[in-house]
């Protein structure tokens, strides 16, 4: 009798694995920093043999590519997360985009320089379809909730930009000033009130 053939693995444990081996890369990240991320490292916390990243990741530039994505998604969600708390109403929205950006970046700071600051400096794929599409999402948000104030007549990224630089700054700020992180989030709240500046056009 002739041996039965080995069966394919279902669809969705590669996926399943694909995901794993993000998820113990943000560990990582957390942990250890880019410096301490290897294959090695992910495929050993995974829990799967050295050779498996290979066969979802084009070496390492291809796992920092789907965490650099990963960072986004989960970077447009929790901004949206604190908008749905806030009040129905643009300026509470906006405030609470910029907290959200603001949490995002004080919950995740190793994934935050990694997609902000070291997109040029280690070996990402920063014309990656996917990640392009999660980045392009999350600057959306933003985008979105700055829109109500563009003044008539003027380019609308110039108040995406104003937003942005100011919230984006402070939070990279906070995260240099390792030891007073706590102070910069205690005056969050008054760095916001500059926002109610802008004027409502719609």
């Not at 040029?120 to 933003?142: N, T, Y």
Request: aromatic residues 8%; hydrophobic residues 50%.
């Amino acid at each position: 009798m002739p041996p039965r053939a080995a069966s394919a693995k279902p669809a969705h444990a590669h996926v399943n694995l694909r995901e794993a081996l993000i998820d113990a890369g943000l560990t990582l990240l957390a942990n250890e920093g880019t410096a301490g991320l290897t294959l090695r490292k992910c495929a050993a916390l995974a829990g799967v043999s050295h050779a498996a990243p290979a066969h979802h990741f084009a070496g390492l530039p291809g796992l920092l590519t789907a965490i650099a994505t990963r960072g986004f998604q989960i970077f447009a969600q929790t901004m949206l997360d604190d908008a749905a708390q806030a009040a129905d109403e643009p300026r509470a929205r906006l405030h609470a985009i910029c907290t959200g950006y603001y949490r995002f970046a004080f919950e995740h700071p190793a994934l935050f320089d990694l997609m902000f600051r070291q997109l040029c400096m280690v070996p990402i794929s920063i014309d990656d379809a996917e990640l392009m599409v999660a980045s392009a999402a999350a600057h959306g948000v933003l985008a979105q909730a700055s829109a109500p104030f563009v003044p008539k007549g003027q380019p609308a990224q110039t108040t995406e930009f104003q937003v942005w630089s100011l919230i984006h700054g402070y939070a990279c700020l906070a995260l240099a000033n390792k030891y007073g992180r706590d102070e910069f989030t205690q005056k969050l709240p008054a760095l916001l009130s500059l926002l109610d500046k802008l004027e409502l056009t719609v």
